[in-house]
């Protein structure tokens, strides 16, 4: 949820309102008058959205106690001797004093005391050295031990991936606030630290055109990157990739530029075009190094987009809100993204049925812990190497003071965009501006940002209204609107106190858009929950079904689907009559046109994969055409 401010605004002498107000939308004269509701919308905000585990750490408050009497070693020291991007590590711990407060640190690079500084990194301290880098998961020593604190002994497994650097691992004592480092261990790494790993696939600018990004440790002066791809059981060819990244400096603020800053690699995208539809194409990321020899990742395939229009069984997946977890049971497991495994294991699960993903905002919760990216498009990559794995701009990807980020608010950790901008690729004509659409068959997506305003009169709400007036109803009959903030209607507790059911100003200028080109469904994040409404406009329901539509579309559904992993968002106490189905669970909805007329709509849990919400329409065109209230067009005197 976000970091907002309530304000009392008076519309006259016995009338006074509430509404909630991005801090960017404040005049300066306003905001010293609300610094009070906004620590209690600060505080809220923490409650709701759980904390960044690696933030608990004051690694800047570290002080050097190494001991010869304690020590941590791991093996095996070389990973990926098979051409594995992840593996398990025995990590074998003694202290002659232990604490029920001690804890082990993951660090890479493997030296991580002040040499390892960039300028500016961390605050200048007497005491040197001192460590600059926050590290990249930790378990506290007696996790899997009951008999540490009588023998100073312990063993414990981490699930390492391959990040580009060489690793060690550290023993604290002091607990999380006041760590004290007392040993360190041997330094391990994989065979080939700079391997091409984590594929995202996703749609491009056409619908034939399928884009491949991906992470390796290689720049443009060591090795030439690029895929090697073709139709199943046909000769391959190969396509140049774009190569990118960014410096320390091009983060907006702490952590992600001090203690959570680490080295992202280099992201690699490269465009495969003109393919066939509906066909199973191979591909491979290689990078042919200047002394002639090539490295490579293992074989993936994709099926491709079926041509704009198309009459075939088309299945979409639709959440937002994920997150990572760690499956080793780092980082206080299950405390801060509770369900984020659960929803990715159940689409791995169930990964030939359905064709596209769309994560409408807040990915990884990385928070300005720049490792967490690479963890998140390792627990991700199941899928996104497998169908387009399309995302959306939330408030932990963007959000930072002074960025030109709609809301004024510290949720991106520093980040500002950065990461999620470079880290995926989406088909916008701007990627600083997270809005675009995208054909899939008999699909037309209109993905919004929220982070920029999309009030009337704005750049984005005439992509909006242009990416809405530009399909064809005949060809593409299912619309389908989507953003992370709410801009139609939820029932979460936090709008409910704020009487608004929404995102501040957030349907006032679009719903006349909803209307007018009769979009089916608007989907939204943001709010960690479950909920469908009625077909509604202007806060009425326009039918009164509730499990079969068809005939004139004269209102838009709208669905709360940000339920994919993070901490679960409460609803109102205030039963609103379009609301029509809630649950305080982790899910996702699952899209799937049959042909032009039929559409099954169904929200499943992330704990079983079981249908609990579901509904179908059914229409013909001339249903679409159909004059509705504030959908008609001007009449001439001739009739």
């Not at 006259?12 to 509701?37: M, N, Y």
């Not at 916008?428 to 999309?454: L, Q």
């Amino acid at each position: 949820m976000p970091k907002s401010i309530s304000v009392l605004i008076s519309t006259g002498p016995s009338t006074i309102s509430s509404v909630l107000v991005g801090k960017a939308l404040l005049s300066p004269s306003c905001r010293e008058d609300v610094g009070v509701a906004a620590d209690f919308s600060a505080h809220r905000n923490e409650e709701e959205a759980g904390v960044q585990p690696l933030s608990k750490i004051a690694i800047h408050k570290a002080i050097f106690d190494l001991r010869d009497s304690a020590s941590v070693k791991v093996s095996p020291v070389v990973l990926g001797l098979k051409g594995e991007d992840t593996q398990w590590v025995s990590v074998e711990i003694a202290s002659p004093e232990p604490s029920e407060n001690d804890w082990v640190g993951v660090f890479s690079p493997a030296k991580f005391n002040s040499s390892t500084c960039s300028p500016g990194a961390s605050d200048q301290k007497d005491q040197t050295p001192y460590i600059c880098s926050a590290p990249i998961k930790y378990k506290y020593a007696n996790e899997s031990s009951k008999n540490y604190m009588n023998t100073g002994k312990a063993s414990l497994g981490f699930q390492l991936i391959n990040q580009r650097a060489d690793i060690s691992f550290a023993l604290f004592s002091g607990g999380l606030s006041n760590p004290k480092l007392i040993a360190v261990s041997n330094s391990i790494s994989f065979s080939n630290p700079k391997a091409p790993v984590y594929p995202r696939l996703a749609q491009g600018k056409s619908w034939n055109e399928m884009t491949v990004t991906w992470t390796s440790g290689y720049n443009i002066n060591e090795a030439v990157p690029f895929v090697e791809w073709g139709l199943e059981g046909e000769s391959q060819v190969r396509s140049p990739a774009g190569t990118l990244t960014f410096q320390q400096n091009s983060m907006c603020g702490a952590p992600a530029r001090t203690v959570g800053w680490r080295d992202p690699g280099f992201i690699h995208t490269s465009f495969l075009k003109d393919l066939w539809p509906n066909s199973v194409y191979n591909y491979k990321l290689g990078h042919r190094l200047f002394n002639g020899s090539y490295v490579w990742s293992k074989l993936y395939s994709f099926k491709s987009s079926p041509y704009p229009g198309q009459d075939s069984l088309q299945r979409v997946i639709i959440f937002g809100d994920m997150g990572k977890a760690e499956r080793d049971g780092s980082n206080e497991y299950s405390n801060y993204q509770p369900g984020s495994l659960n929803t990715t294991d159940q689409l791995i699960k169930d990964l030939n049925n359905f064709d596209i993903v769309f994560h409408i905002g807040d990915l990884a919760y990385a928070n300005g812990y720049i490792s967490q990216w690479d963890q998140f498009t390792s627990q991700v990559e199941p899928i996104a190497s497998t169908v387009p794995y399309m995302v959306g701009s939330g408030n932990h990807e963007r959000d930072w003071p002074g960025t030109g980020s709609f809301y004024d608010t510290t949720d991106s950790g520093g980040e500002c965009g950065v990461l999620a901008e470079t880290m995926f690729y989406v088909p916008a004509e701007n990627r600083a501006k997270f809005w675009y659409s995208v054909d899939y068959g008999m699909f037309h997506f209109c993905i919004a940002d929220t982070e920029h305003d999309w009030r009337e009169g704005s750049e984005q709400y005439k992509f909006i209204e242009s990416c809405l007036a530009s399909v064809d109803r005949k060809k593409q009959p299912w619309l389908i609107f989507a953003a992370h903030r709410v801009l139609g209607y939820s029932s979460d507790y936090w709008y409910g106190l704020e009487g608004s059911f929404e995102e501040p100003m957030g349907r006032e200028s679009l719903q006349k858009l909803w209307q007018k080109y009769k979009v089916d469904m608007a989907f939204y994040g943001h709010v960690h929950n479950y909920e469908r409404s009625c077909p509604i406009y202007q806060n009425q329901c326009v039918n009164n079904e509730k499990s079969h539509y068809s005939g004139t579309v004269n209102g838009t559904i709208h669905v709360i689907v940000g339920g994919g992993g993070s901490h679960l968002s409460t609803f109102s106490e205030v039963q609103t009559q379009w609301s029509l189905y809630r649950d305080y669970d982790f899910g996702f909805v699952k899209l799937t046109a049959f042909n032009h007329s039929s559409l099954l709509f169904e929200y499943k849990k992330s704990s079983d994969g079981k249908v609990y919400d579901s509904f179908t329409i059914s229409r013909d065109y001339r249903d679409v055409l159909a004059c509705v209230h504030d959908a008609c067009e001007p009449t001439t005197l001739a009739t």
